[in-house]
């Protein structure tokens, strides 16, 4: 059963940055052919895509966040992290991680609360 556990929320001032890491467990050594990326949603909204990273390192990012965050993975760690620079409380959201294995199923984190706020 593949598990992922998100870390590195919290609270930031606006123009501050956080970095979001996402552990996986359970993929075994095929992780590296995931499709890992972050979701981010705020109460009474739907949950919006933010970025994600393909297998072969193709990046792809939310209008509202490009330029100010970044992806990358550690296949060797299991990790993929979210780098957010430049946050405005506009960026406040729970941040969920999200996998999608070799056959198409997408599988989920708990979830970490960012609050942008002075």
């Known amino acids: 059963q593949v598990q992922l556990v998100e870390s590195g929320g919290g609270l930031v001032q606006p123009g501050g940055s956080l970095r979001l890491s996402c552990v996986a467990s359970g993929t075994g050594s095929i992780f590296g052919l995931y499709r890992m990326g972050w979701y981010r949603q705020v109460p009474g909204k739907q949950r919006e895509l933010v970025g994600f990273i393909t297998h072969d390192g193709r990046i792809n990012f939310a209008d509202s966040v490009t330029g100010r965050f970044t992806i990358s993975r550690d296949n060797s760690r299991y990790t993929q992290y979210l780098q957010m620079n430049s946050l405005n409380p506009e960026d406040t959201a729970v941040y969920y991680c999200?996998?999608?294995?070799?056959?198409?199923?997408?599988?989920w984190g708990q979830g970490t609360q960012v609050t942008v706020s002075s």
């Open positions: 999200y996998c999608e294995d070799v056959d198409g199923v997408n599988y």
